[in-house]
């Protein structure tokens, strides 16, 4: 995959009904920047809660779904924990989807690598087996079925525990940035790899960390400050 000249990154926005400032801003990039960029790349739990193929969830979407498919621009989708199945949703030529077992995935851009992800990787096997489990096609289709007879219901309720969690920043960020690296590190060590940049979402910290290695970028939350990252000037900036 190739990165362009102008590509702008967003992570955790969390949309979710009365929480679509991410929506209002993407329908109008033209009035926000002097020129909509030609590539975005979405890192990651930009809804709050998106399942392909569970009806009621991609109803409950269908403002945001709308608004991807109608920007024109080429769009990097790359799933997260909280939005997931995407490519039964988003299936056009200028939408690619990046699923979790392809994550992290190696871009180049200006003869550098640069490794991007969501970023709820390298965790641990309880986590693995947890996110595996429910974004198997098997849990999805049987959650589809009971959510179905349920007339909604099983959606609503998990909405509901989803939309109850607070969005916050983490406590011990340099923690996590370190551990980060640390992982990242070795990584790019098991696979023989020379990587320049690594820009991931998840966590909601919003540092950029240059060591003699690469540079970390971990992506603040959309959903705190409408910050996004700018390749190009290797800022955050505010749309």
Do not use: W
């Not at 009365?18 to 590539?39: E, H, M």
């Amino acid at each position: 995959m190739f990165l362009n000249d102008d590509a702008v990154f967003i992570a955790d926005s969390h949309i979710q009904k009365n929480r679509d400032a991410l929506i209002y801003k993407l329908n109008n990039l033209k009035n926000t920047i002097s020129k909509i960029p030609s590539q975005i790349v979405l890192l990651g739990d930009i809804s709050n809660l998106l399942v392909g193929g569970i009806k009621n969830s991609e109803k409950e979407n269908k403002e945001f779904i709308k608004c991807i498919k109608s920007i024109g621009t080429q769009i990097i989708y790359f799933e997260g924990n909280h939005d997931f199945n995407l490519s039964k949703i988003f299936n056009q030529e200028n939408i690619t989807i990046i699923d979790r077992s392809s994550q992290p995935l190696i871009a180049d851009y200006k003869n550098k690598k640069i490794l991007l992800a969501h970023g709820d990787i390298f965790l641990n096997k309880k986590y693995e087996l947890y996110i595996n489990t429910i974004t198997s096609k098997k849990m999805i289709s049987f959650l589809n079925y009971v959510d179905y007879i349920s007339k909604g219901n099983i959606f609503n309720l998990i909405q509901k525990k989803v939309k109850a969690k607070t969005i916050k920043y983490p406590d011990n960020s340099k923690s996590i940035v370190d551990n980060r690296i640390i992982k990242y590190r070795e990584y790019i060590k098991s696979q023989n790899i020379k990587i320049d940049m690594i820009i991931e979402g998840h966590y909601h910290i919003g540092k950029i960390i240059n060591n003699k290695d690469f540079t970390y970028v971990s992506m603040p939350s959309f959903y705190h400050n409408a910050e996004i990252f700018d390749i190009q000037s290797k800022k955050f900036i505010i749309i």
